[in-house]
């Protein structure tokens, strides 16, 4: 293949611009807020779960002391209707009324002990209200922490995507003044060799492989038409020589 000096090193143009496009697509997808957000939702995951359980344990709770006073209020009243009873000379049998004061006595140990139990769903609920609060608050922490490192992840997609784009259309006008047979041979070779199709000849070296030319091959390219398009024996790229090449 042939083609004309100038069009061989505008070829490095274009490969620069690749590289350079690599480097921001890399960066892009290597951004340190991708890995904080990861990291973050997961704590904010976890968060979510330990406070809904905690919610659940707090409204269970709640219901249960509101059984618990509502079974202290009914053996409240119906103490208090006893009582009334007794104190109203109603009763006047000794065996009624001893039964009667028994039933009241009963009564107010059962409440006692319904009391207690209702003090202890009231701790309970405290601790289960303290437990909400407290992943709340760290929820909602993490939460910010999210959206900061969203904001700042999307500003630098703002940057990148504009330099892209740039360099992109850069690109576009370099690769479209070399020859398509050309462009098309490093494409394929780009594809091939992780990127790079076309290396500068630099002082007996390839800049692509980094390897030295033997002395056999150094002669042979010293020897090609400057409009030939030489390849390196050890890489297979594109090699462009350039004043610098030591020919």
């Known amino acids: 293949m042939n083609a004309a000096p100038a069009d061989q090193i505008r070829l490095l143009d274009v490969q620069a611009l ?3 496009l690599q480097q921001l697509t890399h960066k892009r997808r290597s951004l340190p ?3 904080e957000i990861e990291s ?5 995951t976890q968060l979510r779960d330990l406070l809904v359980a905690a919610q659940t344990e707090e409204s269970d709770t709640a219901r249960e002391q509101t059984k618990a006073e509502q079974d ?11 009582q009334q009873r007794l104190d109203s000379g109603a009763v006047t049998s000794p065996k009624d009324l001893e039964n009667l004061q028994r039933e009241i006595t009963s009564l107010a140990k059962r409440q006692g002990d319904l009391e207690d139990v209702v003090l202890e769903v009231m701790e309970r609920l405290e601790s289960a209200q303290e437990r909400v609060a407290e992943l709340t608050g760290r929820f909602s922490s993490v939460q910010s922490k999210i959206e900061d490192a969203t904001a700042r992840r999307d500003a630098a997609f703002e940057t990148l995507d504009g330099e892209i784009a740039s360099v992109t259309k850069e690109r576009e006008v370099i690769a479209a003044s070399v020859p398509a047979d050309l462009l098309k041979l490093y494409e394929k070779l780009r594809e091939q060799q992780g990127g790079v199709g076309a290396a500068k000849l630099y002082q007996r070296t390839c800049q692509g492989c980094r390897q030295e030319l033997s002395i056999t091959d150094f002669n042979e390219v010293r020897a090609a038409a400057p409009d030939t398009v030489v390849r390196c024996e050890n890489c297979r790229r594109i090699l462009v020589r350039t004043s610098d090449s030591g020919l």
């Open 18 to 20: 690749d590289v350079r």
């Open 72 to 82: 202290v209020d009914q053996v409240r009243q119906r103490a208090a209707r006893d």
């Open 40 to 44: 973050l939702t997961k704590d904010a």
């Open 33 to 35: 807020e991708h890995a």
